[in-house]
């Protein structure tokens, strides 16, 4: 699977194993940043690579707490960024489920597109 210009992959541990990534633009993550800070970021930089990372941690742990009501004991890695054009995510041939989805307040404010979050258990 070909990722976006920003990948963060996050892998998960325990009864359940496996990965999972969201893949954004530059663009949108400059656009989430300056809307979760509160001020006009401008380019992605380490505050919006630490904006990014942090999202898709909380996404993951909201994950881990969710998945052990349904009794699976599962623990989360610390987030990996992933730059560049064209660049493969998982190898081919591997399935994944393919997650798209956008924070309607953050398209509101900001014009922020579409996220896509991959799923990938082993």
């Known amino acids: ?6 990948n963060v992959a996050i892998g998960i541990t325990g009864d359940l194993k496996g ?10 993550v400059v656009s989430l940043t300056s809307t979760v800070m509160s001020w006009s970021i401008q380019d ?3 505050m919006a690579r630490s904006c990014i990372a942090e999202t898709v941690n909380m996404l993951a742990g909201r994950a881990a707490i969710r998945l052990e009501q349904y009794g699976l004991s599962t623990d989360v890695t610390v987030p990996s960024i992933i730059t560049g054009s064209d660049v493969t995510v998982f190898p081919n041939g591997l399935q994944s489920l393919i997650i ?14 579409v996220f896509s979050l991959t799923v990938k258990a082993t």
């Open 1 to 6: 699977m070909l990722g976006n210009e920003v």
């Open 19 to 28: 990965q999972f990534i969201l893949s954004v633009s530059k663009k949108d």
């Open 44 to 46: 992605f930089d380490e």
């Open 100 to 113: 798209p989805f956008g924070l309607y307040s953050t398209i509101q404010q900001t014009g922020a597109g």
